[in-house]
């Protein structure tokens, strides 16, 4: 809530630069952009962002860090890595955009309603529960993420794909009360709990 107001109160940061460097993961390549634009011009979302990795970059150099955070831009990357294999400097592109993603999420700038992020956030609360993604529990939550009747429109609509996947076996309504589970459901919790052990760890070291 701070953050926000801070940051709508001063659209320029002078030290943002330094708080990517510090805070997202890839940040501290930002500085070695050189703005040839190749990135800009490869990727194959290139017309439809608001701003291109390039500019993004760009920007965080200027210390736009409000127009930055809580851009769509960096939601809209598809991890084509088309960018990554052409960049001249070598920068790890895919990485700082998801990593600006994710710090943007963190701090409550992401925009509100943003459909990647959205899912993103389904995808993973899904999968951590068990360690496998239930694609009955993720279709439903997706289709009544914006209410109960936009939802059962949304599954009248889709009522056809729903029944020849029956059909072919490849949807299972039991799954609906529990579903395929990995075996090891202790090693799943021990797992998410080191990420979050590491990541505690990173930022006190920081
Ligand atoms: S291709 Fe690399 S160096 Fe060129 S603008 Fe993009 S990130 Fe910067
Ligand atoms: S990885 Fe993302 S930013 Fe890079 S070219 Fe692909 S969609 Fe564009």
């Not at 920068?91 to 700038?109: D, F, K, V």
């Not at 009360?177 to 075996?183: A, D, I, L, Q």
Request: proline share 4%; charged share 25%.
């Amino acid at each position: 809530m701070n953050a926000v107001v801070e940051t709508e109160n001063r659209p320029y940061e002078g030290n943002f630069l330094r708080e990517v460097e510090r805070e997202v993961e890839g940040g501290d390549w930002v500085k070695m952009c050189m703005q040839c634009g190749v990135c800009a011009g490869s990727c194959p979302f290139g017309p439809h962002w608001e701003h291109t990795p390039q500019k993004i970059f760009m920007m965080i150099r200027a210390g736009k860090r409000q127009e930055v955070l809580a851009s769509d831009a960096m939601w809209m990357c598809t991890s084509c890595y088309n960018c990554v294999v052409r960049c001249p400097r070598k920068l790890p592109i895919t990485t700082i955009m998801h990593g600006l993603a994710s710090y943007s999420n963190r701090l409550g700038l992401a925009p509100k309603m943003q459909p990647t992020r959205d899912f993103s956030l389904q995808f993973f609360n899904n999968f951590k529960r068990t360690g496998r993604v239930n694609e009955l529990k993720l279709t439903i939550g997706l289709y009544f993420k914006d209410g109960l009747v936009a939802g059962i429109k949304k599954g009248w609509e889709m009522r056809h794909v729903a029944l020849s996947l029956l059909k072919a076996g490849r949807l299972n309504p039991f799954e609906l009360f529990g579903g395929h589970k990995c075996k090891d459901q202790k090693g799943i919790e021990a797992m998410f709990a080191k990420v979050d052990e590491i990541e505690a760890a990173e930022k006190a070291g920081k």
